[in-house]
């Protein structure tokens, strides 16, 4: 095939090939929509002394975590208030992969309680993130696990 011959259909074919290509890039490039990445827009919040305390439209939300100091291989539970939704949740390690936890909640009064529990890791100590969805707003809750 590469010995062949370039004949005159052969050429317009590339032509037109190339021709499509360099449009759609042109496009692509011309319409290019930056956006903002999910972690840019969501709410971070670092749990110190056991919880962390910001404002939700206009309100104060406060996530609890316990026990404190966090121990791995321990059931812990997130206590989260002032909330009217249902919320979700997942956990993962920050510095090292070790999969996505779920966080199973039950409300309680006025109050939300999610329970998991994080594996041990070789290093003393750990820092995770949870992936926290309030309804349409996200929150990612920092914090560390000793082992």
Not at 52 to 73: H, M, N, W, Y
Not at 119 to 141: E, F, S, T
Request: with cysteine; hydrophobic share 45%.
């Amino acid at each position: 095939m590469a010995a062949e011959k370039l004949t005159k259909s052969r050429l317009i074919q590339i032509l037109f090939l190339m021709t499509v290509l360099i449009t759609a890039f042109v496009w692509r490039t011309i319409t290019y929509n930056e956006s903002k990445l999910a972690e840019e827009n969501a709410i971070q919040c670092q749990v110190k002394a056991g919880s962390c305390v910001f404002e939700k439209e206009q309100q104060e939300l406060v996530i609890t975590l316990s026990p404190s100091p966090a121990v791995a291989e321990s059931p812990l539970i997130v206590q989260i208030g002032n909330v009217n939704v249902k919320p979700t949740a997942t956990v993962e390690g920050i510095d090292m992969f070790m999969g996505k936890i779920p966080v199973v909640f039950e409300q309680k009064g006025e109050v939300w309680l999610g329970h998991f529990s994080v594996p041990a890791c070789i290093h003393p100590q750990m820092d995770w993130a949870m992936d926290l969805r309030l309804g349409g707003k996200k929150v990612i809750v920092k914090f560390t696990v000793i082992k």
